[in-house]
């Protein structure tokens, strides 16, 4: 079946410095790709589409200049998050649909924690 | 823009007993998808079902099923003979038809007692 490869699954990193997220779609094409956000005990929340070849296109409220998204293949996109802040600590998910039957595949998510 | 509400932050069931798990959505769209996803400790998302809104008939898979109630814009999950395995974070989700995001409600605790 369709699989969505998230790295790293665990990151810890300090204030002010960047860290970058990959989804990568191992055995189909992901023209669209979708970024949620998921605190503690919470939903799912839409940050940003990410479309192959052309600009992301980001939810109310999600700071384009901070959460920077790159779908720059069919098979891989990435999210960067710009000079981290603790509020910035989550867990990240990636979403791609994969045209079979499931329809949407995720990535096994990454748990950010900024210190 | 669609709204998806479950009502029930925590449920619990009895090994072997069944369930229900509520989930009603908003939308003035005709055509579209609705999903039930289990989200483990492992956070993983994990498809459960999903089912078509041109589809009268419910979805079924394995101990899993739906009510699907379109007037109403309602789509419970039914998990029957529950497992221990089945202890998990369950969203419901909607999506339009095209290249669209997933909306999720917040989603229903359900723990499973041995």
């Known amino acids: 079946g369709a699989v969505v490869s998230q790295h790293p699954s665990r990151v810890i990193c300090k204030s002010g410095t960047s860290v970058k997220i990959e989804c990568r779609s191992l055995?189909?094409?992901?023209?669209?790709m979708f970024w949620y956000r998921q605190f503690p005990k919470q939903s799912l929340m839409l940050m940003a589409t990410?479309?192959?070849?052309?600009?992301?296109?980001?939810e109310q409220g999600v700071e384009k200049d901070k959460f920077l998204i790159n779908h720059a293949s069919l098979t891989l996109s990435t999210l960067t998050v710009t000079s981290a802040h603790p509020e910035d600590s989550s867990f990240y998910i990636c979403?791609?649909?994969?045209?079979?039957?499931?329809?949407?595949?995720f990535g096994s998510g990454t748990r950010l924690t900024v210190v | 823009a669609q709204t998806v509400t479950q009502s029930q932050p925590e449920m619990s069931v009895q090994e072997a007993e069944t369930v229900t798990l509520s989930c009603t959505y908003d939308t003035s769209e005709s055509d579209y998808y609705l999903f039930w996803y289990k989200q483990p400790p492992s956070r993983q998302m994990i498809l459960v079902i999903r089912?078509?809104?041109?589809?009268?008939q419910n979805a079924t898979e394995n101990r899993f099923s739906v009510n699907f109630q379109k007037a109403a814009k309602s789509f419970s999950l039914k998990i029957s003979d529950s497992q221990l395995g089945d202890a998990a974070m369950y969203f419901c989700a909607y999506r339009s038809t095209g290249n669209t995001p997933l909306v999720f409600g917040k989603g229903t605790r359900l723990s499973v007692i041995a």
């Open positions: 055995d189909f094409q992901a023209t669209t």
């Open positions: 979403s791609a649909r994969d045209n079979g039957v499931r329809g949407y595949t």
């Open positions: 089912q078509e809104a041109y589809k009268q």
């Open positions: 990410s479309n192959e070849g052309s600009k992301a296109t980001y």
